[in-house]
């Protein structure tokens, strides 16, 4: 079994920057994909690559209770999902791209060298562990000895705020009284097992974790004074001010209790490595292991799709250009990605705007490619609004969500496939299906909340992928951004 796929906040200058919910959840979002001011935590990040290889064993001098909580981790497309590790040495995630689905994965932990060690009940092992600047995992594929080396690394990021205890998977009942689990993920995504449209949006509302399926129903879990959980669900088109369908003590899944690096070296720009290697869309992640794409266009024009800046969804824009043994790319807003060949592929290090690049960098992470057939959806999208021709803007990325800058339009949705086109529910009720066309052109059809797309779209329109935005200085290499 593998872990394929399936498919940064503003302080005194914009930053990627671990947004509290747990990086990414907002009470009044309700998608909960909202962004937030909060201070740049210490970069947990990937050392050398011989470093990851070898693995210290037995323990050492750090407590147990450093590692008990909920952990963002991205799998080998660099998708987020978490680890819960409960304090009796049971483990559970909610990565959902196995046949189990939103069960996740069932797990036991152990201490392993300056870190842990979790055994999954697929064969895969992560292990969580301190480095120089925070902590890092690396991941080994079923069959593969820990003392050779990793299938996947970066780093690890705990996930804190009051979103926290529902991070995790949860066993509910429907409306017949059959149970179903469902995951929900650090990034607002939720998951469950029932239903063929499986997938929804999630976010705190007064304490409770309010979820939104893209198939209509409505669950709300919130907490008991006893420490337990219960749920409430609602049908589609009832309001949550009516009874609710279904109400009930329920419980959050654990899992197998075991009671029962330096700056970059010989950075110069120019260099010898092939440009053509790296034009394509990128999976990248910020500082909240959330995932973001970056589209490097041939001529030297860069979009991102990192909707938690005050852009939203028109993302990051820039320029990118070869830098070493990699690809250097300058946003509009003054921060900095490298991509580059590392030891098992490719690797991205990211700098803030006030760090210069000769400096240590902010967060970094495992770079990879995107699949070819998600290539033509994912990306940044400009269309016009029916009444007045104003744009809008629509950021799809990797990962299944959708972002949108619509005022007073809630912001997120989650898309799949649909033939050749690409599905987006948005939270909001509406839909629209958008097919590629040439030259960078994307076709868009739009149904009204409660209409099914079997009938006829209230609106059909053409856009366009946004490529770089207006021109603006680009940092030289080893400098500072200048002071506004």
């Not at 689905?101 to 870190?115: L, P």
């Not at 705007?353 to 998600?374: K, Q």
């Not at 290539?375 to 972002?403: C, I, K, T, W």
């Not at 989650?414 to 987006?424: D, L, N």
Request: include cysteine; hydrophobic fraction near 40%.
């Amino acid at each position: 079994m593998t872990r394929p796929s399936i498919v940064r906040a503003a302080a005194p200058f914009p930053t990627r920057v671990l947004l509290p919910l747990v990086a990414t959840i907002v009470a009044a979002s309700p998608v909960g994909l909202a962004a937030q001011e909060s201070a740049a935590p210490p970069r947990p990040g990937i050392p050398s690559a011989a470093a990851l290889v070898t693995t210290p064993r037995g323990d050492e001098d750090v407590p147990d209770s450093m590692f008990v909580g909920v952990w963002a981790l991205t799998d080998e497309h660099n998708d987020l999902f978490d680890v819960r590790l409960d304090a009796d040495g049971g483990a559970r995630s909610n990565w959902v791209k196995s046949d189990a689905g939103a069960e996740g994965e069932s797990a036991r932990w152990s201490r392993f060298g300056s870190g842990v060690r979790i055994d999954y009940d697929d064969g895969w092992i992560d292990v969580i562990r301190i480095c120089e600047q925070g902590f890092e995992q690396v991941s080994y594929a079923p069959g593969t000895p820990i003392s050779g080396p990793w299938t996947n690394g970066g780093k690890a990021v705990r996930v804190e705020g009051e979103a926290t205890p529902f991070v995790g998977v949860f066993r509910l009942l429907d409306h017949t009284g059959a149970p179903f689990a469902v995951s929900l993920q650090s990034n607002g995504l939720a998951f469950k097992t029932i239903n063929e449209d499986h997938r929804g949006v999630w976010s705190i509302e007064d304490g409770a974790a309010s979820i939104r399926w893209t198939d209509g129903w409505n669950n709300v879990i919130r907490s008991t004074p006893d420490g337990g959980f219960e749920q409430l669900s609602w049908a589609p088109g009832v309001p949550l001010a009516d009874a609710p369908h279904v109400a009930g003590d329920i419980r959050r899944l654990g899992g197998v209790g075991l009671s029962g690096e330096a700056a970059p070296a010989n950075s110069r720009e120019g260099g010898t490595v092939d440009r053509s290697r790296f034009v394509g869309t990128w999976a990248l992640t910020d500082m909240a292991n959330d995932t973001f794409n970056v589209v490097l266009f041939p001529g030297g024009a860069a979009r991102s799709t990192w909707a938690k800046g005050p852009e939203g969804a028109k993302g990051e824009w820039g320029r990118w250009r070869v830098y070493g043994n990699g690809a250097r790319i300058d946003y509009h807003n003054g921060w900095i990605d490298v991509v580059r060949f590392a030891e098992q592929g490719f690797e991205q290090i990211s700098y803030t705007p006030e760090t210069p690049i000769t400096g240590p960098w902010s967060t970094c992470g495992r770079a990879r490619m995107i699949d070819d057939r998600l290539v033509p959806f994912v990306g940044v999208f400009e269309m016009r609004m029916e009444q007045d021709h104003s744009p809008f803007y629509v950021a799809v990325q990797s990962n299944g969500l959708a972002f949108k800058r619509i005022a007073d339009q809630p912001p997120a949705g989650t898309w799949s496939f649909f033939g050749k086109s690409a599905v987006v529910r948005w939270s909001d009720g509406w839909t629209d299906e958008f097919t590629p066309l040439d030259n960078g052109r994307i076709a868009q059809r739009t149904w009204m909340p409660g209409v099914p797309t079997s009938e006829p779209p209230v609106a059909e329109q053409t856009g366009r992928r946004l490529k770089d935005g207006p021109p603006g200085p680009v940092r030289p290499a080893g400098s500072p951004r200048p002071p506004e």
